[in-house]
């Protein structure tokens, strides 16, 4: 997941709600499962965010509009 809110300056709501509470459950395929959100090293950003605009171009545009850097969350079983 990243974190882009369309480029604006301010952190999602939902990335700081995870940031407060990153024990959280996502929903795939109908089935509930439980994960652990965290952020992305720069190692695993640097290897992700290139798919984030591979997928939709518009992630490149917010990177350039926002000083801050676009947070990329990972999701792990807990």
Avoid at 13 to 21: F, G, I
Avoid at 41 to 65: N, Q, S, W
Wanted: negative net charge; without cysteine; glycine residues 2%.
């Amino acid at each position: 997941m990243a974190a882009s809110n369309e480029g604006a300056d301010a952190y999602p709501a939902w990335y700081l709600n995870m940031q407060a509470q990153p024990a959280v459950e996502v929903e795939i395929d109908a089935a509930t499962r439980p994960v652990r959100a965290r952020d992305a090293t720069v190692d695993e950003r640097t290897r992700l965010y290139p798919r984030f605009i591979a997928g939709k171009a518009a992630y490149a545009e917010y990177e350039r509009m926002t000083s801050r850097p676009i947070a990329v969350v990972i999701l792990e079983p807990r």
